[in-house]
């Protein structure tokens, strides 16, 4: 409480300063931040307030009570726990807004609507959060679905709620596009990155960069379609590439594009740390296609399995319209098990 309390501060001085609404999006992030911390404050004083009650009513004299005082103690343990499931995030960004991005594989017609599915899934996850989402930029398939699309997610934990979603996720099911009806397996990538404000140990040499421009399509307003407003930024030296067309305006593309950017680049040199540590521990494991994060069988049986935590349900339909609560904890729980990571 006492951080929380202190991060509150902190965010109430920076919008009390002269110019904070200056810059239209940072200054709406964090008054959301501030908000969110608040909302949090109230929830703790509150469950606070709701136990010092139930301690008063456990002492008073007589039996009357004793079926309310229980129903009460399993009703503050259950959002107790609820709770204690944030002290998992304890993560360098677990606080930061999220880059999602998916990226259909091989296949075509069934990876591209195999990469709306999970679209679909994450989008009703996040709204269930209380998070917001904006697409940042797609691309469809020529039929149904996404070759990739990348969406910003926002809100208080968006990054610790979703970093357990990278990783391949594999698909096998009777293919809607397959006049035999045949068993199809399929693949799509998931980028789950932290929004980082600034990355000061990252630095972009101009002539390091390849900056497109194009026309917009799909979101975008009016404009869409009609200017070269959408920008996609090549990082030449790693061959990384990011692209952007949800603003109307081509500077906000290129900015919101290379904050992205380095955002990557900034994952990509973290990852190496993590892969040289794990090397030199006999641990390391290549992130190839082969390495599924989590498997998804709809025929001849229901099962989502994740196979770093090994946690699987036979509710496949619920995981799909974004009940991924179970997943998220057990990831995290296995990210802190000494004995797993």
Known sequence: MPKLKTELSMLEARMAAPGFWSDQRLAADT???????RKEIEV???LRKEVDELVEMSELEGTSLKQEVESKTA???KRFEALEFRTLFSGEHDESNAILAIHAGS???EANDWSEMLLRMYLRFIERKGMRSEILSESRGEEVGFKSVMVRVTGRYA???LKSEAGVHRLVRISPFDAEKMRHTTFALVEVLPELDDVKDIELDAKDLRIDTFMAGGHGGQSVNTTYSAVRVVHLPTGISVSCQNERSQLQNKETAIKILKSKLHQLAFDAQAKEKKELRGEYTSAEWGNQARSYVLQPYKLVKDHRTDYETADAQAVLDGDLDKFVESYLRWRVDP???
């Open 31 to 37: 008054s959301q931040k501030a908000a969110d911390v």
């Open 159 to 161: 990054y610790a709620h």
């Open 107 to 109: 296949g075509g017609t």
């Open 339 to 341: 004995l797993r990571n």
């Open 44 to 46: 703790w004083e509150n």
């Open 75 to 77: 009703e503050l343990t």
